[in-house]
T-cell receptor, first 115, second 113 residues
Framework: AQSVTQLGSHVSVSEGALVLLRCNYS??????LFWYVQYPNQGLQLLLK??????LVKGINGFEAEFKKSETSFHLTKPSAHMSDAAEYFC?????????????FGPGTSLSVIP | NAGVTQTPKFRILKIGQSMTLQCTQD?????MYWYRQDPGMGLKLIYY???????DKGEVPNGYNVSRSTTEDFPLRLELAAPSQTSVYFC????????????FGPGTRLTVT
């Protein structure tokens, strides 16, 4: 079955520093890939997604992610962290095993930004 | 557009009670989902629907039931509530599957004591 791993349940960065959140998936066939963000006491909202084509995907709020097939990875980055980036981040894949009916979510990474 | 709305926002149930969590979307989406979120566990799929009248089980369906009589509504029924059902519940919808993103409601925080 498809699975998603996110290395590091908690990540802390200083304001202005690089943000790197890691995501790896298990499928040998490239799935559709998503990053969602969840602010406190809110639902999830889409940051960015990879479907086909260019492997570097740009999203909202200055985030971007690069799909690397050889590494089965889809890491999320932002060059300069802002206090407002403090949130929970979820990587997700659209599950080819269920003909894409379901989306598999990773366990999440909580990002703290230190002033 | 309101997007995906959920009611109630909070609820406390006693063990053995039942309740229905309401979910409505106004985007004419075919796909709808119910997830539960427990700390450090990500989101677990409870049930999903690919259209009115069609529902299917997700990863953790035991203790829950759903129905989908209209495109807009996808209520989640908890029968005989148990402490293990204490969680935050999210409803989501998407236009279709695969490359289409999901839109989430604000969640319902449920405590069973």
């Amino acid at each position: 079955a498809q699975s998603v791993t996110q290395l590091g349940s908690h990540v802390s960065v200083s304001e202005g520093a690089l943000v790197l959140l890691r995501c790896n998936y298990s499928s040998s066939v490239p799935p559709y890939l998503f990053w969602y963000v969840q602010y406190p006491n809110q639902g999830l909202q889409l940051l960015l997604k990879y479907t086909t084509g260019a492997t570097l995907v740009k999203g909202i709020n200055g985030f971007e992610a690069e799909f690397k097939k050889s590494e089965t990875s889809f890491h999320l980055t932002k060059p300069s962290a802002h206090m407002s980036d403090a949130a929970e981040y979820f990587c997700a894949v659209s599950d080819r095993g269920t003909s894409y009916d379901k989306v598999i979510f990773g366990p999440g990474t909580s990002l703290s930004v230190i002033p | 557009n309101a997007g995906v709305t959920q009611t109630p926002k909070f609820r406390i149930l006693k063990i053995g009670q039942s309740m229905t969590l309401q979910c409505t979307q106004d985007m004419n989406h075919n796909y709808m989902y119910w997830y539960r979120q427990d700390p450090g566990m990500g989101l677990k799929l409870i049930y999903y629907s690919v259209g009115a009248g069609i529902t299917d089980k997700g990863e953790v369906p035991n203790g829950y039931n759903v129905s989908r009589s209209t495109t807009e509504d996808f209520p989640l029924r908890l029968e005989l509530a148990a402490p293990s059902q204490t969680s935050v519940y999210f409803c989501a919808s998407s236009y279709s599957k695969g490359l289409y993103e999901q839109y989430f409601g604000p969640g319902t925080r449920l405590t069973v004591t």
